[in-house]
């Protein structure tokens, strides 16, 4: 493990190395506790370096085992090698020279999951960000490009199969049962991209061709006997190859493209050049081991990967401060992927809801940072909710701001000047400048400054001037290290909705820049008047969340009930029943805690089953509306002195009155909605079951809710409504016959099946109330977790501690305790996972004051631990401040 060295990584330090390697050829003699790794590169000094200025290359944990240069061992003298470093002082003058370096690792013993490391028996790499030096020394920064070959050899019983970068250009036998493969990748590359995978795999394959007539072979590598578990994943792999020629014009650029899945995985899954790797999470599915979301996560992610072989590979980043010119881009181009694929409406306010809950509370927390940050200790706790899905939000906005058109051509541009580079975001932010002749200097404020923006909002309507005016003030809050903030340039859609439902015209506007039904709020303060508004409209703002920001509008609770049954924008008509259903859980906690708060529960509930019964409404657009807002959700509205158990008990009894409120209604529907074709996991139909189990869950609070959510168990047909009234039994009847009986018939039913078990950990780690802990600690003992596996660790550790709110905030600080002490056991091994999961506590100072002390206390505990990973250092440090 890599201690803390306390550095800080600056942007403005950012300076070319002295030394480029044009080529990297590496031999790989694979053995589970001591591979040999021959790294053989031709280094280049720039032009204008002194003959004598060192070469110092970077180290993770290495055993040097061999130095030449040009073919003659190099005198110790000459170098210095550390674990973590190798630096060469005496080099020879020519300008390019090949370095010959031999380390010795260890992959059956690496648990961090970064480098090269055993996953079941598969030999499997993950260097993104900083793993490649923990293979071999080498400039490990991502603006070092080089054309890899890459020789593998292994015993062939225990590696049947040897992939790498690029396409495949040798294999053969060796002596003693060994076998061997080359591969080359033409297309220079940052070690980050590297990538080689050495196993006994099944393989599923298919080919595409591409618009230029070109034959790809495609394959995905997955256990044997799983291969029927990847149909899904290459299905949606052709169709976002296809998608990216059709969407981007952006063609494939190797003969073969491979996906491998492991079980032990960090992350989602890894774009590495023509040779994804993917947590298997994200990979294998049928209906009835994964659930309509397992489906569209795999479509994503599929997506994602393989559009960063334009946006990240082809043109990659220039060091990791421009992490977002590849993330929040990838990002963007899958949500937009998913849209096309699905339903636009509803993926949209799919994509709100997550970044509300994951990067909201970042941004208005001790972690916020920009999307472009400017400092860090450790990279890879950066790769963050607020670079990916908020740096998705910003690209969406050049969008909006510049016009479909206008938008494509700036990336058509990107493509063209910036193919083969190590770009920056300010080369992003240009080429958008560059086509559409506008100063986008204001508005690059969005990758450079952290902080949720706030708009408020208020309008007044004179009827005899048909006149609207509406008065617009921005700010934003201060962040860490950020205290007093520019102004912003906010893209603000709106609509000025009237009495039938349709946006009345204006003739006129003054007080801002409005052009195709965006406002842009550049300005501390607006003042902007629409003449020959014909009635009094019910305002519609930020309109398919144009802009990440918060908005304060004082609006008649009249206009959020009309807008709710009417705004034409599915964003926004759904975003102001969820206003609705927000504002009546404030009221009820701040009733609960003895303040006043007025009661339109009644009117809510009518409309609720309005919703859930209006046939022109999608049944994913219902199921969305029905579902209330989230335990987290409320907390972070109400935003200081959270009683958990209070918002808690708010949302039980609303939840409760809208099912008691609608009984009738909801059964009908419920029983309507039974579907016994054949599945498909299509948008549609996921929508329909969506439905059907929202319905589930509140008529599972009524009389003879248990038994109803057993008979949906025993009638399930496929995960979706397996796994969804598994959730009802466990969290609405806990301790129930029918709970513990769905509880004991899943895990007799799956138990070999670790993905489908990480389903019954989550949903038995996030059952609410104080004995959730002892739930957690006592599931750690079952035969199928596994404290060396992150997907585990996600599913109980992960659960419990951001989405078990009453569980978790236990007022006797005993969850806290058991999480940091949880943590700092699972940092010995894997501090990356570690130190995400100890972002759990990063809304702290927002607890009610007895329940912050106890959480400082644990934070305290990690604090002082001594010889923390720079990983948990880091976090526990920034949470702190
Ligand atoms: N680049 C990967 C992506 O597509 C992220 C990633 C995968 C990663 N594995 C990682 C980042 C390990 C850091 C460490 O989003
Ligand atoms: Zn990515």
Redesign the pocket.
Known sequence: MRTDTGQVFKLEDYRPSDYLILRTRLTFRLSPEATMVKAELTVERRAGVAVDSPLILDGDGLALRRIEIDGVAVPTSAYDASPDCLALNALPSTPRFTLLIETQIDPAHNEAL?GLYRSNNVYCT?C??E?FRRITYFLDRPDILSVFTVRIEARRKEAPLLLSNGNPVESGDLADGWHYAVWEDPHPKPSYLFALVAGDLGKVGDSFTTMSGREVDLGIYVEHGKERLAGYAMDALKRSMKWDEEVFGREYDLDVFNIVAVSD???????NKGLNIFNDKYVLADEETATDADFANIEAIIA??YF?NWT?NRITCRDWFQLCL??GL?VYRDHEFSADQRSRGVKRIAEVRTLRAMQFPEDQGPLAHPVRPRRYREI?NF?TATV?EKGSEVVRMIRTLLGAETFRAGMDLYFLRHDGDAATIEDFVQVFADVSGRDLSQFALWYNQAGTPNLTVSSHYDAAAKQLTLEIEQSVPPTPSESRKRLMHIPLAFGLVGKDGKDLLYDSVDGATVEGGVIQVRKRHHTVRFSGVAARPALSLNRGFSAPVTLSVEQKADDKFFLAGHDSDAFSRWQAFNTLLTDALIAAFRRLRGGKGTDFAARLGGLAGTIATNGDLEPAYRALALTLPSEADIAREIGKDIDPDAIFAAREALATFIASTNRQRFEVLYDSLRDNSQFSPDAESAGRRALRNVLLDYLSRLDGGAETAARHFKAAANMTDLAAALMVLAHRHPGSPQADAAIAAFAAKYASDPLVMDKWFQIQASVPGPQAVDTVRMLMTHPAFSSTNPNRLRSLIGTFSSGNQTGFHRADGAGYRFFAETVLEIEKRNP?VAARLATALRSWRSLEPARQAKAKEALLTMANTSNLSADLRDIIDRTLV
């Not at 995985?265 to 774009?271: D, I, K, P, Y």
């Open positions: 970064m993950q993104e960000a793993g995985f960090n992350m989602g899954a890894m774009e994602h990967e960063h990240g590849k993330e990838t890879n790769y990916y990356q």
